[in-house]
T-cell receptor, first 110, second 113 residues
Framework: RKEVEQDPGPFNVPEGATVAFNCTYS??????FFWYRQDCRKEPKLLMS???SGNEDGRFTAQLNRASQYISLLIRDSKLSDSATYLC???????????FGDGTTLTVKP | NAGVTQTPKFQVLKTGQSMTLQCAQD?????MYWYRQDPGMGLRLIYY???????DKGEVPNGYNVSRLNKREFSLRLESAAPSQTSVYFC????????????FGDGTRLSIL
């Protein structure tokens, strides 16, 4: 079993739709969680951190469920520009070493 | 706003050739990392350096060596390139504390014929 697992998708949604991605992790000692966005053949870019109480940044909402060991990302009012691969990242205490999920691909269509 | 800079951006090698990929960061970060990403797959950690003077193996270290030259620079060396090492290589850096995310360079696209 992988340490971090994501549904690879692809998710194909119309503009304006709400879409949610989940990510499960196996290490219960994991401390920090992030969502990154990666556009085709580009470097991953930090989208948002995930806090225990949940957090929101505009149309994006991230949540953490430690008991069930999963994090989620909700995108409201999807835009064409949201089309990308979304990477779930789980970090241990070891020198900031992170484990990346394989990513979920989102395509937003007109 | 340089952040993490990788050189070269593209490279084609023949099997058996050697090459060093360079990475430098200007954010005064403690930790640096090398990943590879194969088509349609996630990032796999090759080596990382928690702090200047230390390096550790990641998930896929075979066929690679690294040097943490100073706090700013972390290089990745392929001693004898193989076609299986054709990939996109990303360097990243972070403060190295558990709540601090990594920041990535824009990658080196390496093809080995």
């Amino acid at each position: 079993r992988k340490e971090v697992e994501q549904d690879p998708g692809p998710f194909n949604v119309p503009e304006g739709a709400t879409v949610a991605f989940n990510c499960t992790y196996s290490n219960s000692a994991s401390q920090s969680f992030f969502w990154y966005r990666q556009d085709c053949r580009k470097e991953p870019k930090l989208l948002m951190s995930v806090y225990s109480s949940g957090n929101e940044d505009g149309r994006f909402t991230a949540q953490l469920n430690r008991a069930s060991q999963y994090i989620s990302l909700l995108i409201r009012d999807s835009k064409l520009s949201d089309s990308a691969t979304y990477l779930c990242v789980v970090m241990s205490t070891n020198a900031g070493k992170s484990t990346f999920g394989d990513g979920t691909t989102l395509t937003v269509k007109p | 706003n340089a952040g993490v800079t990788q050189t070269p951006k593209f490279q084609v090698l023949k099997t058996g050739q050697s090459m060093t990929l360079q990475c430098a960061q200007d954010m005064n970060h403690n930790s640096m990392y090398w990943y590879r990403q194969d088509p349609g797959m996630g990032l796999r950690l090759i080596y990382y350096s928690a702090s200047e003077g230390t390096t550790d193996k990641g998930e896929v270290p075979n066929g690679y060596n690294v040097s943490r030259l100073n706090k700013r620079e972390f290089s990745l060396r392929l001693e004898s390139a193989a076609p299986s090492q054709t990939s996109v290589y990303f360097c990243a850096s972070s403060w190295g504390y558990s709540n601090q995310p990594q920041h990535f360079g824009d990658g080196t696209r390496l093809s080995i014929l």
